[in-house]
């Protein structure tokens, strides 16, 4: 029995609920059910109905707030799944991961745990239930997504098949997507916010180098896209790669913005509304940032106006057989290609695919373990043969040198 419980109805969970069903349907995975609960419910039942109509596959759906740990251990026990995806927001990792342990349930998830009163992106709060999720005889996948996810796989198959060392790792992440508004996110918007105005940090020589928010930036030919400006950002994935792939002297991670984003995110931050502390608003207490959420685009609702290409990889340069060698390792996703297949724009269609291909690796039992575990730990040759077969196909090239920036 594979049966799923999915947390979360955005846009991620529809593309990765959509593909889960596709296996379904041809009834060639691991998965035999899914069950969707999300905070609200309708969001759960058009997700349903959308995957009804386009693969036959029926999926219960229920409301449930996750960061409720006795409501999310009842509705663990009650639906009994065989593994919980969590595709809500980072705040209820732990309390998804803390209904696990009291169930002894497998999970999974695409982002790291951050507090809500603090923009703070690391792993350690997440890490510290490895010996919970160890002695529990359970295990916990973090990351699968795109970046982190899909990224960390590249650069674990690289240094399984074509590197001896890996010295130098550039994380390259461009959406050459237009949506047509003139500012929105392409995830979540508080999310989004938080991790594009933290300061930028990356891996050094053995410590991190902290660098003011959007203060280094590059030009990038993105095939598919074209020259984009890029930035140098924190990302997880840098924290859990440097930890598992030690001999990486630097990791950096850039990610592309158009300017017309920067100056509406400039002037959002300037007036107060990206602020994560409460004010007092007629005589109520609201963050200024959740508040800007409730009035910018859904990223669900993109979809249909989003067109252009995503691009995302990473170069490595390093040593085989004590010859140097830079390689790129790239995913170019169509925005139009992942609406027509599933509804939804591609930033959730390359987020969505791997959460499943990490489900069904962990379902049939390829990817296991006890305790709590980054994408680099596993194998990576069953995940890059599934991105292939599954809408993220991938390719190699060697370049010249390793980027001169
Ligand atoms: P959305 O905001 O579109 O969806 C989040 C969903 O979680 C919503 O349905 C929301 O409900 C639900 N939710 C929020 N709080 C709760 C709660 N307390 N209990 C139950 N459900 C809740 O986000 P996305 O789909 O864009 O992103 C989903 C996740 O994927 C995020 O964690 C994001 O950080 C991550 N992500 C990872 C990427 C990667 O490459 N690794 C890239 C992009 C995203 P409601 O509709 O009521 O608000």
């Known amino acids: 029995m594979s049966k799923l419980l999915v947390i979360g109805a955005g846009g991620v969970s529809s593309v990765a609920v959509h593909k889960m069903a596709q296996l379904i349907a041809a009834k060639t995975g691991p998965f035999s059910e899914i069950f969707l609960a999300s905070r609200t419910l309708p969001k759960c039942e058009a997700i349903a109905e959308s995957v009804k109509q386009r693969t036959g596959v029926a999926i219960e759906t229920a409301q449930i707030d996750a960061d409720d740990v006795p409501a999310m251990t009842a509705l663990i ?13 980072p705040y209820q990792d732990l309390p998804i991961m803390d209904a696990c342990l009291a169930t002894k349930t497998d999970y999974l998830d ?17 890490w510290d239930y490895h010996d919970r999720f160890k002695n529990a005889g359970i295990m916990a996948l973090l990351g699968s997504g795109f970046d982190p996810g899909v990224t960390s796989i590249f650069t674990s198959w690289l240094k399984k098949h074509h590197f001896d060392r890996i010295d130098t790792l550039d994380i390259l992440d461009c959406n050459g997507g237009d949506h047509g508004q ?21 891996w050094q020589n053995g410590e991190w180098v902290e660098t003011p928010a959007l203060s280094h930036k590059q030009e990038f030919d993105f095939e598919a896209v074209g020259p984009k400006n890029m930035y140098l950002m924190y990302h997880e994935e840098i924290e859990s790669l440097k930890t598992h792939i030690p001999e990486i002297k630097r990791i950096r991670f850039w990610m592309t913005f158009g300017d017309a984003y920067l100056t509406h995110l ?6 107060g509304m990206t602020r994560i502390d409460p004010v007092m608003y007629e005589g109520r207490e609201i963050i200024p940032l959740q508040f800007l959420k409730a009035v ?40 139009e290609a992942a609406f027509e297949e599933t509804g939804n724009q591609g930033v959730s269609y390359t987020t969505g695919v791997p959460a499943m291909i990490g489900s069904a690796l962990m379902l049939s039992g390829q990817w296991s ?20 077969a599954h809408g993220l196909p991938w390719t190699l090239e060697e370049l010249d040198g390793p980027l001169e920036f």
């Open 266 to 271: 400039e002037v959002l931050q300037n007036v």
């Open 110 to 126: 695409t982002a790291n745990y951050e507090p809500r009163d603090e923009a703070k992106f690391e792993y350690k709060w997440q």
């Open 77 to 89: 026990e009650q639906v009994r799944p065989a593994l919980v995806v969590n595709l809500a927001l």
């Open 182 to 202: 003139h500012f929105a996110t392409n995830f979540n918007p508080e999310i989004n916010i938080r991790e594009v105005t933290a300061p930028a940090r990356h």
């Open 296 to 335: 910018l685009p859904e990223p669900a609702s993109l979809g249909e106006t989003t067109k252009g290409n995503t691009n995302i990889g990473v170069i490595a340069t390093g040593e085989k057989d004590s010859v140097q060698k830079t390689l790129y390792v790239k995913n170019i996703c169509s925005h």
């Open 369 to 388: 373990g006890d305790g709590v575990f980054n994408m680099e730990e596993f194998d990576p040759d069953p995940f890059m043969e599934m991105l292939n």
